[in-house]
């Protein structure tokens, strides 16, 4: 292990175990580490890779990027970290600016002391919200490296602080073959969930289209390994509109994450009407970031799609899409109050929830107001599932 | 004495006859170019300058196909109820419908039939083509049954400013409009540039139309290469809301409605059931990035409540949160005699969504809402 001591240290101060005692009674399924600038560049070989290795430079401007695979990630932040800024929105132009708890284990477990969170469920940054940073990258071979690094620092660092944190692996979404097989390594090295790009065809030319059969064998494993695949919002750009150049920034940030729940909607219809469900039918897919709102009208829509289209027929979908989505699928909310009195179209036991820390949306540090704001009218017995039984045992998690 | 109205359906799709634009533009300006239908590979499709029309569907009418599949290859099969006055008549009798607001077919079906590399004359020329036929074959025949709604030749917001004004002299009660102008190389609905005929859509108190996905070509992710059609129009039928619903968000966080407070904008085959999500989350996104200092004044969801409608025609649980879209905000629709079409069930489907449903609601939607919007 490379973080070893630091590992040893936090064993030492008594911060690992095995099981975890909640405290809250909260657990988020969709949180952000924030990865240090030399993230990759300390742990692969510079002999080897040279400057494709990611890693930060600073700019003609003076602001600090990431410049993966020899290109400078200009559209992207340093650090998504705008619920940390005072006006919920700008963000940190230099490392020497990224608040800690972005980073470090430590400060994050403070800050989860602070807002009530008992466990968080781990994305990527600059990887890519759902990894797809990395998976666009074309050499295959560097592709796989700077996926198992991040991997490999994810238990490393963050799994080895504490059992709160719920440690995710990114996939080498550009080959079908690497991506099995990282599945099936990080898996084994304690990671609970696989994190997939929406579309990878759409961010690597190398990837066939999600919904072809190419991609079975990565669903078989996934399956058989029994931890679920997530898409986080915002992965896919085909299902997105693009930001007006009309908009001030604060107005591109609103917009920008209202669109990208929008567009998980078409993430959830994909991989219901693909027939990928119907033929695995132990693949837990979630969606994080879709909110749940506008969940029981997909539903309604896919299920008169089905019928006017007669899909049962015509593709061999016997069963309706809604009966899939209530058997394996899983979305999530934060920001909503009235998504929840429909709760029982979308089913208590598929909606998780989530704080998106760090970014700005995130419901930090006002999570326990905005819960007991939106959770007013629901049963104890279903918030308890909305709020953490259903994340604890989708990710097996021992409490 | 007064017309009654029962239901009004305000989303249907009026099939051009094969003489729309070849007897209303001059050939000897044209020649070959004016939409026209043309047999090829065994079959007849619409072309215009060159270009297939509509996917290259001569009528796009799953809904009223028996096996909802087999689409006509020939004019000679196409049924005429979904091209004349009296067989559309006799098809909303079966209904219940009173009145029916039409929206185009080969035109584009959220009137971006134009909208491609076209010459801005020829534009202009096949869209007054099409606002007259709807005007002399429709409007005049049956002007309390049939609602016209006009395309604008929207290359220049000149052009599209004038063909408004000449529309709405010709009884037209509102207009389309693209939802994702940028992807067809126009200044985005935020910009300025659109004022002028916002202005003028406010002056003539005409509404601002947004078809479903309103021309927006995205959402590639559609269906997998090589899925056959009945995939890929439910999934794309599917996802659409995924686009409506991005159209308004865009449009309450754009500023347009902050600068023309009585300006109507109105999604059809928009569906319902996605609105409380917009409106929680442009909500939500306002007060967390405090856009109410960027000139953002309202709520989004109150300017909702104050200047939009959406319509649904399958929903039940978009229904269930009327009171949060708002009651007066929401019309209803058959979308005869596209795929996704209840035609001819509307009694079926309503009495689905209106399960626990006051009487006085559901005339609201079904009648008040509309009649406000389209001064009936």
Same mark, same amino acid.
């Given at each position: 292990m490379r973080f070893q001591a630091a590992a040893a240290f936090l064993t030492a101060a008594g911060l690992e175990g095995d099981a975890v005692g909640l405290r809250f009674g909260v657990i988020s399924v969709d949180d952000h580490v924030v990865e240090p600038p030399d /993230? !990759? =560049?300390?742990?692969?070989?510079?002999?080897?890779? *040279? *400057?494709?290795?990611?890693?930060?430079?600073?700019?003609?401007?003076?602001?600090?990027?990431?410049? #993966?695979? *020899?290109?400078?990630? =200009?559209?992207?932040? +340093?650090?998504a970290t705008g619920a940390l800024s005072k006006d919920r929105g700008s963000e940190p132009q230099t490392w020497s600016e990224v608040p800690k708890s972005a980073y470090d284990p430590q400060a994050r477990l403070t800050a989860m002391d602070s807002d009530g969170i008992d466990c968080s469920v781990l994305y990527p940054s600059a990887a890519g919200g759902s990894g797809e940073v990395i998976g666009a990258i074309k050499d295959l071979e560097l592709q796989i490296e700077c996926a198992r690094t991040y991997n490999d620092w #994810?238990?490393?660092?963050?799994?080895?602080? &504490?059992?709160?944190?719920?440690?995710?692996?990114? +996939?080498?979404?550009? &080959? #079908? @073959?690497?991506?099995?097989?990282?599945?099936?390594r990080a898996v084994g090295s304690g990671h609970k969930g696989v994190i997939m790009p929406a579309q990878p065809s759409q961010i690597n030319p190398a990837a066939p289209h999600l919904y072809k059969p190419d991609w079975d064998p990565l669903w078989t494993t996934i399956q058989e390994l029994d931890v679920p695949v997530c898409f986080h919002a915002g992965s896919a750009p085909s299902v997105m509109f693009e930001i007006s150049p009309a908009y001030d920034a604060a107005g591109a940030r609103a917009f920008d994450n209202v669109r990208q729940s929008a567009g998980s909607a078409a993430l959830i219809n994909g991989m219901v009407l693909s027939g990928i469900l119907y033929r695995f039918p132990k693949l837990w897919p979630v969606f994080p970031g879709s909110a749940i709102d506008y969940v029981p009208f997909a539903l309604e829509a896919l299920d008169h799609q089905w019928e006017r289209q007669r899909l049962a027929e015509n593709e061999g979908l016997t069963q309706r899409p809604s009966e899939i989505f209530h058997r394996q699928c899983y979305v999530t909310t934060w920001r909503e109050k009235v998504g929840l009195r429909?709760?029982?179209?979308? *089913?208590?036991?598929?909606? /998780? !929830?989530q704080s998106e820390f760090p970014r700005s949306t995130s419901t930090y540090p006002e999570s326990e107001r905005m819960i007991e704001n939106n959770f007013a009218e629901v049963p104890a017995q279903e918030r308890e599932l909305i709020l953490w039984r259903n994340a604890a045992r989708l990710y097996k998690l021992s409490i | 004495m007064a017309f009654e109205y029962k239901r009004i359906d305000v989303d249907s799709h009026c099939q051009e006859k094969p003489d729309t634009w070849t007897s209303r533009m001059s050939r000897a300006k044209w020649g070959d170019r004016i939409p026209q239908i043309v047999e090829r590979d065994g079959r007849e499709t619409w072309m215009c300058d060159g270009k297939v029309m509509m996917n290259g569907w001569l009528a796009l009418c799953h809904g009223v196909i028996p096996d909802r599949k087999s689409l006509p290859t020939h004019w000679r099969d196409v049924p005429s109820m979904i091209y004349t006055a009296d067989g559309r008549m006799r098809a909303m009798d079966r209904d219940g419908v009173s009145a029916q607001v039409l929206f185009p077919n080969t035109a584009g079906v959220g009137g971006e039939g134009f909208m491609i590399k076209m010459d801005p004359e020829l534009q202009k020329d096949c869209v007054r083509a099409y606002n007259d036929y709807l005007a002399e074959e429709f409007y005049d025949v049956a002007p309390h049954r049939f609602i016209t709604l006009a395309e604008l030749p929207l290359s220049s917001v000149e052009a599209a400013v004038a063909e408004l004004k000449h529309a709405a002299n010709r009884g037209h009660r509102g207009f389309l409009m693209i939802g994702a102008t940028e992807q067809y190389r126009l200044p985005a609905f935020a910009d300025r540039y659109w004022d002028p005929l916002w202005g003028t859509a406010q002056d003539l108190d005409m509404p601002v139309h947004f078809h479903n996905v309103a021309g927006a070509k995205r959402l590639t992710l559609g269906s997998e290469p090589g899925a056959s059609d009945m995939k890929m129009l439910a999934i794309g039928s599917a996802n659409s809301f995924a686009l409506s619903s991005q159209i308004f968000a865009n449009l309450l966080l754009s500023g347009v409605l902050e600068r023309f407070p009585k300006l109507t904008f109105v999604g059809a085959e928009s569906g319902i059931g996605w609105v409380p999500y917009v409106l929680e989350a442009c909500d939500y996104e306002w007060e967390r990035n405090q856009l109410y200092k960027?000139? +953002? %004044?309202? %709520?989004? $969801?109150?300017?909702?409540?104050?200047?939009?409608?959406?319509?649904? !025609?399958?929903e039940q649980a978009g229904i269930k949160l009327r009171d949060f879209i708002g009651v007066d905000r929401i019309l209803w629709e058959t979308d005869f005699p596209?795929? =996704? $079409?209840?035609?001819?069930?509307?009694?079926?489907? +309503?009495?689905? &969504?209106?399960?626990?449903?006051? @009487? @006085?609601?559901?005339?609201?939607?079904?009648?008040?809402?509309?009649?406000?919007?389209?001064? /009936?």
């Open positions: /993230l !990759w =560049t300390r742990c692969m070989s510079r002999a080897k890779w *040279g *400057g494709r290795i990611p890693h930060v430079a600073a700019q003609a401007d003076g602001a600090e990027r990431w410049v #993966i695979e *020899g290109q400078v990630r =200009t559209g992207s932040a +340093l650090a #994810i238990i490393d660092v963050w799994a080895a602080s &504490s059992t709160r944190f719920v440690p995710q692996a990114i +996939l080498p979404a550009g &080959s #079908i @073959e690497a991506a099995v097989a990282e599945a099936r429909n709760r029982n179209y979308v *089913g208590p036991d598929r909606i /998780l !929830w | 960027n000139g +953002l %004044k309202r %709520k989004p $969801s109150d300017v909702f409540r104050q200047q939009c409608y959406v319509d649904f !025609w399958y596209h795929p =996704t $079409s209840i035609w001819p069930a509307a009694d079926k489907w +309503l009495k689905w &969504s209106f399960e626990g449903v006051p @009487e @006085e609601d559901q005339h609201k939607i079904l009648v008040e809402n509309p009649k406000r919007v389209y001064k /009936l």
